[in-house]
């Protein structure tokens, strides 16, 4: 998953339904693309309290990622 985090000021996120959790630190993660190729995503928010994953498509935009969505 990650492969450093580093520690957050105390930081609020709102995700589904209005609902909000704290931000426990950030870090960089590497992606596998389906070409196996590896892209590694920086400053990843890691929230502790959610069930999934989520990546948000503004980011990945920022990052110059190309999204295709079915």
């Known amino acids: 998953m990650f492969n450093f985090l580093l520690p957050k000021e105390?930081?609020?996120v709102?995700?589904?339904?209005?609902s909000t959790c704290e931000i426990i630190s950030t870090g960089t993660v590497?992606?596998?693309?389906?070409?196996?190729?590896v892209r590694a995503l920086e400053e990843v928010q890691y929230v502790?309290?959610?069930?999934?994953?989520?990546?948000?498509?503004?980011?990945?935009?920022?990052?110059?990622?190309?999204?295709?969505?079915q």
């Open 30 to 37: 590497n992606v596998i693309k389906r070409d196996e190729a």
């Open 48 to 69: 502790s309290k959610t069930r999934y994953n989520l990546i948000s498509i503004r980011v990945l935009d920022k990052e110059e990622c190309q999204i295709q969505v």
């Open 10 to 12: 105390e930081e609020i």
């Open 14 to 18: 709102k995700i589904a339904y209005g």
